[in-house]
């Protein structure tokens, strides 16, 4: 293994070749042949693995490393291949240990995609695999995730999702949204409501990408994670088609599968869909700290490479309050993400959220920390960064979108040591916040809803957080964040121009919110 680490450029090039890499009616045969062990036993023998591991190949990361070096991302990723090689794969449906090759995981490697491609013709985008310094800038998949207080009609919806879709960029675009119920039914998984809503779903966000232009562009992963449903949204006429979507073929972390999850990484291949791995490693559970969390983030992506063939990994550790902004949680991101950098080359998304509600000042530090941080480990898109969902406001808005691509660019390029040192001095920033997070407020609080353009207090908010971010050294450019959003209703200007809605000001605009909100 340490030969392949050390001559991973020679194993790139050898790209294509089929020598040893399992076939998929291995996993199948093993799943039902493999080693019988319970579910207890293969946990408890991971975790006294894991734990010798971060000796064995001298993974420590000192307080201030937040983003890794190369070193210590190889030895994350050789860590991480001698944990899958010794404690395997568990598949819980049958209680047998999924047992694989050293060679078997480095052609997985070798066989694994560079980039993958999003939508069809003019809506189509290319994502691919970074490296740490790279100057290509990371997309941000954008999409409106709304709380059901905001969604007072379908067509104020799909007003407020037209909104996130500005003219198409280098950052590229996405448009999808999530309802909790269903004409009474509720979006329960395992339940026909999770089929009803993820056909609702698919047939809503086709329409609204008919709506502003963009058939074909990409609509984000389906929104259910039982087979049922997923297929089920590839199955007319007028549902999704291959370019359309994604299946999230892991939903189980800690080197665990089940075999929905075979299930759904034969279909996708066979139907020529996209497959998105990744699992949320908590620090905290199986993993005591930051090391251990990087080398079983980075073991599970193997793993799910290994079965799925995937195309596109999420990686995104997480503490055991939520939380990923943490000093730990993400030098154990930064690890994982510079490990498959280095030595698997895939082309990584992050799905974050910030401990702060919407509207804080401490969310907008949040984000450009983990922009900074992840821009600067490898990650090739970033999808969604909303505030936490749980902290009584909306997720997000088109102008955090805005922000989240502004920082990716600023940094895109900066090397490890400069990109360290700014990440220290964000988080100084809003670390102590993460104990007691601010709640947020809704979407209506700073937006008017007749126009969906931002009312003063969140253009100043996100400009004073622009003003602290650049005195600390983040070379944004020197103008100011708009005062519009991405997009917004478009009241005479072109999406994604300074004409697209004007910034609502004074208290005309906030009783039309009040009004709305009482309606």
């Not at 929104?223 to 999230?248: E, M, Q, V």
Request: net charge neutral.
């Amino acid at each position: 293994m340490e030969e392949f680490s050390a001559n991973r450029q020679g194993n790139r090039a050898n790209r294509g070749s089929k020598l040893s890499m399992i076939p998929f009616k291995g996993f199948v045969s093993r799943s039902m042949g493999g080693p019988v062990m319970t579910e207890q036993e293969f946990d408890l023998k991971l975790s006294r693995r894991l734990r010798s591991l971060t000796a064995d190949y001298g993974v420590h990361f000192q307080p201030a490393e937040i983003i890794c070096d190369d070193a210590t991302a190889d030895a994350i990723f050789q860590a991480a291949m001698e944990l899958i090689g010794e404690v395997g794969i568990y598949n819980v449906d049958t209680n047998r240990v999924i047992l694989l090759t050293s060679q078997e995981l480095e052609e997985t490697c070798r066989q694994t995609p560079r980039h993958f491609v999003r939508g069809a013709g003019r809506d189509a985008v290319t994502v691919a695999a970074r490296s740490h310094n790279s100057r290509l800038v990371p997309y941000v998949f954008r999409w409106p995730l709304w709380h059901p207080r905001s969604l007072t009609s379908e067509a104020f919806l799909a007003e407020m999702m037209e909104a996130h879709l500005p003219e198409k960029t280098e950052l590229g675009d996405l448009a999808r949204e999530l309802k909790p119920r269903l004409e009474g039914v509720e979006n329960k998984a395992g339940t026909v409501g999770d089929t009803m809503w993820a056909i609702a779903v698919a047939r809503w966000c086709l329409t609204v990408a008919r709506m502003v232009g963009r058939p074909d562009m990409f609509l984000g992963a389906v929104s259910a994670i039982t087979a049922p449903a997923i297929l089920a949204c590839f199955a007319g006429d007028n549902l999704y088609k291959k370019h359309h979507s994604s299946f999230s073929v892991t939903t189980m972390p800690e080197l665990k599968i089940n075999w929905e999850h075979l299930q759904l990484a034969f279909i996708a291949r066979e139907m020529g869909v996209a497959r998105r791995i990744g699992g949320v490693t908590v620090l905290g559970g199986y993993a005591r700290n930051a090391e251990e969390t990087a080398i079983l983030s980075a073991a599970t992506l193997l793993a799910q490479l290994s079965y799925s063939a995937g195309d596109w990994a999420h990686v995104a550790p997480v503490d055991r309050e939520g939380q990923r902004s943490g000093r730990a949680t993400m030098q154990a991101q930064s690890g994982a993400c510079r490990a498959a950098e280095r030595n698997i080359e895939i082309a990584t998304t992050m799905l974050q959220h910030t401990a702060n509600g919407l509207g804080s000042a401490f969310s907008l530090y949040e984000k450009a920390a983990l922009v900074t941080e992840q821009t600067c480990s490898g990650t090739s898109s970033f999808w969604k960064f909303p505030c936490h969902p749980g902290r009584d406001g909306e997720p997000k808005t088109d102008l955090d979108c805005e922000f989240v691509a502004r920082v990716a660019r600023a940094v895109s390029g900066m090397e490890r040591e400069h990109a360290n040192e700014l990440v220290n001095k964000i988080l100084a920033l809003y670390e102590g916040s993460l104990d007691r997070p601010v709640k947020g407020k809704p979407y209506s609080y700073y937006y008017d809803l007749r126009t969906l353009a931002p009312l003063r207090e969140l253009v100043d908010m996100h400009r004073k957080a622009e003003e602290d971010l650049a005195r600390l050294g983040v070379p944004l450019p020197r103008t100011a964040c708009r005062d519009t959003p991405c997009g917004g209703r478009n009241t005479g200007g072109q999406p994604g121009t300074t004409g697209a809605s004007p910034v609502a000001t004074g208290q005309e605009a906030r009783a039309a919110v009040n009004d709305k909100e009482e309606q």
